[in-house]
């Protein structure tokens, strides 16, 4: 069983800055991908921004240039700096990861249980 551990939301005031983390921990799993997902209330979950083991990252139109994924490997954890925060940015964000359990060869997709992040106008 993977588990992640959200960490590094709250408030903020518009333009400011937030860095989220995640860790994944368990034993006998592959991590192939990362990534980060939003709720706002009312909207559905969408992704933000996702990276690969090889450091090949994605990212929703909407942060381009204000919001940036990272990952060390060795640690299991990706970090999402987000700068220049706008109102609409505000949700619970969730970390997700995929990737292969070696006891029976089996993908796996875990998520995080949320971290609130709300910007003031």
């Known amino acids: 069983q993977v588990q992640l551990v959200e960490s590094g939301g709250g408030l903020v005031q518009a333009g400011g800055s937030l860095m989220l983390s995640c860790a994944a921990s368990?034993?006998?799993?592959?991590?192939?991908?990362m990534g980060w997902y939003r709720q706002a209330p009312g909207k559905q979950r969408e992704l933000v921004a996702a990276?690969?083991?090889?450091?090949?990252?994605n990212y929703a139109d909407s942060v381009k240039g204000r919001f940036t994924i990272s990952r060390d490997n060795a640690k299991n954890t990706v970090y999402l700096q987000m700068n220049s925060l706008k109102p609409e940015d505000a949700a619970v964000y969730y970390c997700?990861?995929?990737?292969?359990?070696?006891?029976?060869?089996?993908?796996?997709?875990?998520w995080g249980q949320g971290t609130q992040v709300t910007v003031s106008s």
């Open positions: 368990g034993s006998g799993f592959s991590i192939d991908a």
């Open positions: 997700n990861a995929k990737g292969i359990l070696h006891l029976g060869i089996k993908d796996f997709a875990s």
């Open positions: 990276i690969t083991t090889r450091g090949s990252t």
